[in-house]
């Protein structure tokens, strides 16, 4: 998370210590807010100038989330960040944490001061090792040096920070869910109303954001709202990190500016493996229904466009597909990870996510039956929106997206008992 000056400046070797963050201007801009002692509404009003919506996968615009808050009203309140990371294909945060926590510390700490926020939080998913000891390490060097802890920079302003260690469930990524974590609950959702800005961790006022977001903050307010929001499109500021993974040549995080055209983030990822054809992208993490290869070739990357196909940005985890894969072995694959995921709260979800696996395991297997389509199809419209989470959203689109675009492998799947790709092992064989 760097513009071009800074990343000609960046030690590669250790660019995670305080030392090389304060060498591009690390914290300069949480020490000039706490010196001036900057309005908070100033601040959100530039925040939501910059067009900066959630990274995290719903979205939703970071200003107007911060605003929910009353940061005059008494008692304490919290900003969490979720570094859970928890949806397949998704790989962008971790990265932050291992190569520049302390940007992600100072965007937490310019957002505490906005909602009056004495502690913060930022939950790790459990495997997440290395990146959880990088963070812990930053944290110890801000502390030492003064950004965090009692009376920061001699301003008053009172800020301390803790990384939480989760234990690998991917419904901690739900925002309540991980609340409930961190409290030593079971994680699971919580119903909204009220929501985390009105009863959050603790029961307390508590604004969660996603770590590219939190960290996108310090380079927004150095560079301005304006800038930021002119690098991307419309309703689509700024730029944007971009896992790209599947059959490419050059799988990794790039960070584009929003709005860049699918077909230059593919170039940058080395082009299709063994120069194999593009069958399939799914956009915005495995939960984002799929799109057809050539329709993807002529879409950009940013919220409307893959809204409009059908799909949706998410995470901006990229999975692409060439000609080689079998959409019913994907769909097994990415069926079985929902139903094993499923917190059991909500029937539709529990027992859902089981009928879609089990159903896709069966024509996968070489056992579907004629009316199994129509059965699949019955079951994905009937988990959405009637669950306490998106869980069950998630697991029901890939489902939807599938049969629309590809039902004539699942047929054929069905009727010859096996794969319609042949010949590269992707498939059944039977």
Known sequence: MANEVCFRTLDLDRPWLLEQYQSRGGYEVLSRILKEQTPPSEIIE?????????????????????????????????????????????????????????????????????????????????????????????????????????????????????????????????????????????????????????????????????????????????????????????????????????????????????????????ELAGGMKEGRQLKAVIPGGSSAPVIPGAQMMDLTMDYDAIQKAGSMLGSGAVIVLDDSNCMVKVLERMSYFYHEESCGQCTPCREGTGWLYRVVHRIETGQGRPEDLDLLDDVATKIPGRTICALGDAAAMPVSGMLRHFRDEFAYHVEHGRCMVGGNGNGNSN
């Open 46 to 266: 530039e925040v939501k100038k910059s067009g900066l919506r959630g990274r995290g996968g719903a979205g939703f615009p970071t200003g107007v989330k911060w605003g929910f808050i009353n940061r005059d009203a008494p008692g304490e309140k919290y900003i969490v960040c979720n570094s859970d990371e928890g949806e397949p294909g998704t790989f962008k945060d971790r990265d932050i944490l291992r190569y520049n926590p302390h940007q992600l510390i100072e965007g937490m700490a310019i957002a505490a001061y906005v909602i009056g926020a004495r502690r913060g939080y930022n939950y790790i998913r459990g495997e997440f090792w290395e990146p959880y000891e990088r963070f812990e390490a930053a944290l110890e060097e801000a502390r030492e040096a003064g950004f965090l802890g009692d009376d920061i920079l001699g301003s008053g302003f009172d800020f301390e920070l803790h990384a939480h260690l989760g234990a690998g469930a991917y419904i901690c990524g739900e925002e309540t869910a991980l609340l409930e974590s961190i409290e030593g609950k079971k994680g699971q959702p919580r119903f909204k109303p009220p929501f985390p800005a009105q009863f959050g961790l603790y029961g307390r006022p508590t604004i969660i954001n996603n770590t590219e977001s939190l960290a996108s903050i310090p380079e927004i307010l150095r560079q301005g709202g304006d800038w930021f929001r002119e690098l991307g499109v419309e309703n689509s500021g700024g730029t944007k990190l971009f896992a790209v993974s599947g059959n490419v040549n050059n799988p990794g995080v790039f960070e584009v500016r929003m709005g860049m055209p699918f077909a230059e983030l593919l």
